[in-house]
């Protein structure tokens, strides 16, 4: 079974960063676009961020371009997201996904999420 | 950019009801659509994809239909393990759009 664990979300300050990491196994990421989606505290799904199979397509929602950047390591078989110059409005779950490959899917599996809260 | 509008935001139904709901793109995403299944302190969950075809595992009384605007999810009997958040999400670009969720309550 596909496996996606995230880490590195925790209690930051308004203005500051946090890099979030996502470690899959049981499949290789190398051959899938790889997205990243949050959810506030009650609220929808809404999608993040994503990058292609070689890290050369990265594409953002309007509201985090120029703040956060998505990379990933095939050889880590690991995907990253950087954020600065968070916001209140940033605080989260941000939930890892496996997206696009060659099936005709997009998002068809997710880790379990981790929390970013963006607090003074 | 394409949204995504669902309706209702919430419907009440019954354990044996066909349940239906739909979802509108503003724009064609001829059938780059899928739909996700959540429940309380989880990950979503895949059900359809390509706005018709059922993942592997999900049980058949889960249906998708619909084409370019105009999309829909159907439970043909609701059984208490499907009272659950359902969001439609567009994938027919590099970008994704998900819907704003229906929640589906006990009657």
């Known amino acids: 079974e596909v496996q996606l664990v995230e880490s590195g979300g925790g209690l930051v300050q308004p203005g500051g960063s946090l890099r979030l990491s996502c470690a899959a196994s049981r499949f290789t990421i190398s051959g899938n676009w790889m997205s990243w989606v949050r959810q506030a505290p009650g609220k929808g799904l809404e999608w993040v961020a994503n990058i292609n199979q070689d890290g050369s397509e990265k594409y953002f929602v309007d509201s985090v371009k120029g703040r956060f950047t998505i990379s990933r390591d095939n050889a880590r078989n690991s995907m990253y997201l950087q954020m600065n110059s968070l916001r209140v409005e940033d605080t989260a779950i941000y939930y890892c996904?496996?997206?696009?490959?060659?099936?005709?899917?997009?998002?068809?599996?997710w880790g379990q999420g981790t929390l970013v809260t963006v607090s003074s | 950019d394409i949204q995504m509008t669902q309706s209702p935001s919430t419907l009440s139904a019954s354990v044996g009801d066909r349940v239906t709901i739909t979802c509108r793109a503003t724009q064609s995403i001829s059938s780059w659509l899928a739909w996700f299944q959540q429940k309380p302190g989880k990950a979503p969950k895949l059900l359809i994809y390509?706005?018709?075809t059922l993942e592997t595992g999900v049980p058949s009384r889960f249906s998708g239909s619909g084409s370019g605007t105009d999309f829909m999810l159907t439970i043909s009997s609701l059984q208490p393990d499907d009272f659950a958040t359902y969001y439609c999400?567009?994938?027919?670009?590099?970008?994704?759009?998900f819907g704003q969720g229906t929640k589906v309550e006990i009657k």
């Open positions: 996904a496996r997206d696009w490959d060659e099936s005709g899917k997009g998002i068809d599996h």
């Open positions: 390509k706005a018709s």
């Open positions: 999400q567009r994938y027919n670009s590099n970008s994704r759009t």
